[in-house]
């Protein structure tokens, strides 16, 4: 009987031991992502405390924070950040908005649904260098075919990227019609995956299709729509392929980001301390708004739950 006790207990203590095999086997690979990810963090931190131009590579000079004061206080900086932010916003709200649309009316059996979905989801797998150029042939003001379609319709035509007040907005249309389609299968994977009871009920009770949306429907997805919004701000912030193919950050500073400013900085003017200390206030930015997000994606999941 005591050994039959002890066996017991030997397997409970076993049991209770946490197996740390499947950490091992994934261990290689943290640690790449680890150096690949902090080394640049950290040497971008170090870099932007000195005076470090690539045209003078024996003048390395430590000024401390003096070039996070100059990034502060500088107009330009702020102006790019302004853009930044109106081409992140403006684009991702947009694209939620248009994708919504578009998961609600293909949330349902009609012919021919499979092809019309891997139609609008083909942007998505684009190269946005391949969209930004096509783009640009679509917006040039003599031979563009959004032109065309504007003389056609007796609406006046511009040179949409040579204008200061179009030029930003083009931009914005450009990545909704490539990342809309994103938004669109996300919701849409969503939408299919929602229990049918609510509806049943909602229409037992006499919901019109809007109530059903509103008090049932809007806010089940509302949590992806955070996630939704978090990963496009995220991407939209890093956008550079667009502006570089399609303005070069012009005309004038008008589609100038806060990531083009980065590079214009280091790769054109060769001030990479200065490029790296706006390199970490954009990071910090994003950051701090990803752990607002998710804070918030946090908080819904604890409400439903």
């Known amino acids: 009987m005591i050994q039959k006790k002890d066996d017991s207990l030997t397997k409970t203590r076993l049991n209770r031991r946490p197996e740390f095999g499947p950490i091992w086997y994934i261990m290689p690979a943290i640690i790449v992502l680890v150096v690949i990810n902090f080394y640049p963090l950290i040497r971008a931190i170090n870099l932007s405390l000195y005076n470090y131009n690539l045209l003078k590579p024996n003048r390395i000079d430590f000024i401390g924070i003096k070039n996070f004061v100059e990034v502060i206080f500088n107009p330009i900086a702020w102006g790019a950040l302004k ?44 190269s946005p260098v391949a ?29 949409w990227l040579g204008n200061i007040t179009t030029a930003l907005p083009a931009l914005i249309a450009t990545d ?45 997805i509302k949590p992806i729509l955070v996630i939704i919004f978090a990963l496009r701000m995220i991407d939209s912030i890093k956008m550079f392929d667009l502006v570089f193919i399609m303005t070069n950050g012009g005309p004038g500073r008008a589609t100038e980001t806060m ?47």
């Open 83 to 126: 853009t930044t932010a109106i081409f992140t916003f403006g684009g991702t709200i947009i694209e939620i908005i248009f994708g919504l649309l578009l998961a609600l009316l293909f949330n349902r059996e009609f012919w021919g649904k499979g092809l019309v979905r891997s139609l609008i989801i083909l942007p998505m797998i684009l």
């Open 131 to 159: 969209v930004g150029l096509v783009w640009r042939i679509f917006y040039d003001a003599d031979a563009g075919m959004v032109n065309y379609f504007f003389s056609l319709i007796g609406l006046p035509v511009r040179a």
């Open 176 to 220: 909704v019609w490539q990342w809309t389609s994103f938004c669109f299968l996300v919701l849409l994977a969503a939408l299919e995956g929602m229990p049918i009871e609510p509806y049943e009920a909602a229409k037992i009770d006499g919901a019109s299709v809007f109530q059903s949306f509103k008090f049932i429907t809007f806010p089940l």
């Open 259 to 305: 990531n083009f400013l980065i590079y214009q900085t280091g790769f054109r003017f060769f001030h990479i301390g200065k490029a790296s200390s706006q390199a970490i206030i954009l990071t910090i930015i994003v950051t701090v708004v990803s752990l607002l997000l998710l804070r918030k994606f946090i908080r819904m999941r604890g409400a439903e739950s």
